[in-house]
């Protein structure tokens, strides 16, 4: 895989509404090579790209996003609520994310957003998705919190890059990365202890954390073997890239 040190999270949360075009598009302007972008699956098998249980945050509309139909959610406003000048802005649809993220020649980690459990119905449309339209294995990731629907992908296509997301580092994390032949643990930055972090490095895999804003943040993250941070301003961390 074509890993860099610093993945736009959300597109660039802080620099464009999340998980919008305008958000891959700020990301990329910053000279970032990745994004991650959460999918969300809907009702009557729609996907788009949105992280929320409810509309209410990111949207003009409201209620249970997994229940809201892909023509009602396609016609929300997705910008507005970030500023005037992103007035209009859709929420797209996973196909719509995956032509401009090619466009822009980035490199995607897709984090399945999804709590319930009938992944078997859930994950091979993304899959047969990616299959059909993304490009490059060596630039995409899947990611997820829910570890069945990581199975449910191994299984599919055991030469995807699966990584493992979690807040705080399980117990039994080894257990998980290797029952997926996983390439990499990815969490949050503020719950990972040194102890933590070697271990990971030194049973082989990749180690991304999650959502750091400031470079004081993870200094000494990067001295721990952390290979790539996640974070809403992309700005913040380019210096590491050059």
Request: net charge negative; proline share 4%.
């Amino acid at each position: 895989m074509q890993l860099s040190k610093v993945m736009g999270h959300r597109g660039a949360a802080l620099l464009a509404p999340e998980n919008t075009l305008a958000s891959i598009k700020a990301a990329a302007k910053t000279g970032v090579k990745w994004v991650e972008i959460d999918v969300y699956p809907i009702a009557q098998g729609g996907l788009v790209i949105f992280h929320d249980d409810t509309l209410d945050r990111c949207t003009n509309g409201s209620g249970v996003t997994a229940d809201a139909e892909l023509k009602t959610v396609l016609s929300l406003d997705a910008g507005a609520w970030f500023g005037s000048e992103f007035s209009g802005e859709g929420v797209p649809t996973l196909e719509q994310a995956i032509a401009c993220i090619q466009d822009l020649g980035l490199g995607l980690n897709l984090e399945i957003k999804y709590e319930g459990t009938d992944v078997e119905a859930v994950v091979p449309p993304i899959l047969a998705t990616l299959t059909a339209l993304w490009q490059d294995p060596e630039m995409l990731m899947i990611s997820s919190f829910n570890y069945p629907a990581l199975e449910v992908c191994h299984r599919l296509n055991s030469t995807l890059y699966l990584a493992y997301l979690v807040e705080d580092v399980p117990q039994d994390w080894q257990e998980k990365l290797s029952g997926i032949a996983a390439y990499s643990l990815n969490c949050d930055y503020s719950q990972l202890t040194e102890t933590q972090a070697r271990a990971v490095k030194e049973a082989g895999y990749k180690l991304l954390c999650y959502t750091a804003n400031t470079t004081d943040a993870v200094k000494d993250h990067w001295q721990w073997g952390m290979d790539a941070v996640i974070t809403d301003d992309p700005n913040q961390f380019m210096h590491l890239e050059s």
